[in-house]
């Protein structure tokens, strides 16, 4: 019987050779024919609704219909597809946001009376959603210290439904013991879910060590370009299919030409994070003994325990690091307008190198008591290293480390003179922030 000509043929994806590594899977996991002309680029259904058979159910238990973009959309699916193949994970979908996906995950596992357990290092976002949103439904959150989070054992009990880590952190770099995690987590039969947004599937895949999801801010390294917003959710296919249901209803689908251009990013995934990993490395090496900068935060400058842990878990260290300035804030002011090719702008992941204050931007929400207790201090500076060339970011982030003046930053810091750092700014008598 011939197929109704309304009806839009959902194909299979083409399979890869288990063997391929992750730069020939970049390029051709997501593959899938296109009916219409043979695009070698998948087309953009930028569509809000599909046209389908009269016989909708029965098309829809055969997967072969597509019915609102708020549901699925092709493009969407591609998106996922490639995730899911770089992750080596049995499902994956496509937010409208890294928030996106990880409220509707959490939404979907945790019910009144249940317990999260979460490191205090956390994105901003993912913190107001545990300490605002969440207990209004009845959700406790076990906060841990990043003392306790050597001993995963000791802080999940009988009511922890899930564990909710990020590694390393936002943007203190801090690294966990995903495996040592997990099985704390399932020794209690709770959920590991772990935010990969910072190492990326290139420098790390959480599920082989043993988590239960994975979440993304895709508007960092895996679109790549600081052009789109989205997310992305990896796991098992049963727990994937029930965030899936709560994310219909919630809403926060990803726009069909946002997900073609995070396909389009995450093919060059493998050969940016390389260059990202080199060029934090060289930062690195030109800054740490740098009389303006006290102390640089990167994967496994903790110290041996934490080196141990990026060895074992880590391919490389990623394009992101923090220092924190000598001068406070007024250092910071100085250093930021320095700067002259990486640009002073929030967010990170971009193929061009950003600088920002997580005291401002990221974590502006905290108190100057909970941001004081958390090490975001108003000198703490994040800098994300793009690809650009590794020598000319060492030379523009050395100029810009020289320019500050320590005289005149500490007179300006001591008199409490409020500059363009604007509210952190320490106030007088508080220059122990620095
Ligand atoms: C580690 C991490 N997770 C999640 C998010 C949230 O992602 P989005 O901004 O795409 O909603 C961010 C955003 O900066 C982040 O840094």
Redesign the pocket.
Known sequence: MDEPATATKRRRFEPLPEWVGPSTRAVHAGQRGDANAGAVVFPIYQTSTFRYPAEFSEAERSGDVHLYTRLDNPTQEVAAELLRSLEGAEAARVFG??????SSTLLTFLSPGDEVVAPED?????LDLLRGLLPRYGVRVRWVSAKEGESPESVVGSSTRLVCL?TPT?PLLRVHDLRRWADAAHSVEALLMV?N??ATPINQRPIELGADLV??????YLGGHSDL???ALAGREELVARVDETHKVLGSPLDPFAAFLLTRGMKTLDLRVARHNTNARAVVEAIRDDPAVTRVFYPGAEGPAAQAIVERQMQGPGGLLAVELAGGAPAVRSFLGSLRLVHVA???GGVESLASVPSQT?HRGLSPTESQARGIRSGLVRLSLGIEEPADLVRDVTEALRSISPARDRQHYQSGSVGTTGATVAQPGRAADS
Do not use: R, W
């Open positions: 946001s890294g928030m996106g996906a990880i956390l994105y901003g976002g993912t990020e936002n935010d947004t910072i979440v993304h801010s895709a508007s960092k917003i989205a997310g929030a967010s990170f990221s």
